[in-house]
T-cell receptor, first 116, second 112 residues
Framework: AQSVTQLGSHVSVSEGALVLLRCNYS??????LFWYVQYPNQGLQLLLK??????LVKGINGFEAEFKKSETSFHLTKPSAHMSDAAEYFC??????????????FGAGTRLAVHP | ETGVTQSPTHLIKTRGQQVTLRCSSQ?????VSWYQQALGQGPQFIFQ???????GRGNFPPRFSGLQFPNYSSELNVNALELDDSALYLC???????????FGPGTRLTVL
């Protein structure tokens, strides 16, 4: 069975500081991994995805994530936080079912706060 | 290109009632998935529709049902509403089953 663990339900950084949001996964097959962002009262927006090509994945808004198989991790980073980055971030793994369907399995989320 | 849209935006129902939520998939997408996101939690997979057939289901009771139409839009129906059904319901579409899922803005359901 596949699962995702996000370490830290709340992360607070200063504007301009490094953002690091942690995600560890469990998967019996090579995983597809995703980071989504959710702004208040909105749906989920895709930030980036890993699909077994390059291990360092660049996404939108200056975010990137590195797939590390040995550590079963897919941490999200951004060199310099902006106030507009304040949101909820979800890591997800794509899990294929026996019937051939494809569901996303999400972590519990990390709320990022950015203060001046 | 229009993204995934959902209606209504908000909905208030009472226990025991039935509700229908609607989703229009992104143009060219034949797969629709539905998720339930309770307050403070990550989304949970309800089911997936591919070319008008349900092809996968999560751990939700049968009172959660759905439909997908020939234009690939979809409905989520919930019967006999319970207080715990209060959540944000998210619809996601993808070009094919294995492709990236793109989410709509969600429908906030409150059950009183």
């Amino acid at each position: 069975a596949q699962s995702v663990t996000q370490l830290g339900s709340h992360v607070s950084v200063s504007e301009g500081a490094l953002v690091l949001l942690r995600c560890n996964y469990s998967s019996s097959v090579p995983p597809y991994l995703f980071w989504y962002v959710q702004y208040p009262n909105q749906g989920l927006q895709l930030l980036l995805k890993y699909t077994s090509a390059a291990t360092l994945v660049k996404g939108i808004n200056g975010f990137e994530a590195e797939f590390k198989k040995s550590e079963t991790s897919f941490h999200l980073t951004k060199p310099s936080a902006h106030m507009s980055d304040a949101a909820e971030y979800f890591c997800a793994v794509s899990g294929a079912g026996a019937d051939g369907y494809n569901k996303l399995i999400f972590g519990a989320g990390t709320r990022l706060a950015v203060h001046p | 290109e229009t993204g995934v849209t959902q209606s209504p935006t908000h909905l208030i129902k009472t226990r025991g009632q039935q509700v229908t939520l609607r989703c229009s998939s992104q143009s060219g997408h034949n797969t629709v998935s539905w998720y339930q996101q309770a307050l403070g939690q990550g989304p949970q997979f309800i089911f997936q529709y591919y070319r008008e057939e349900e092809n996968g289901r999560g751990n939700f009771p049968p009172r959660f049902s759905g439909l997908q139409f020939p234009n690939y839009s979809s409905e989520l129906n919930v019967n006999a509403l319970e207080l715990d059904d209060s959540a944000l319901y998210l619809c996601a579409s993808s070009p094919e089953i294995t492709d990236t899922q793109y989410f709509g803005p969600g429908t906030r359901l409150t059950v009183l």
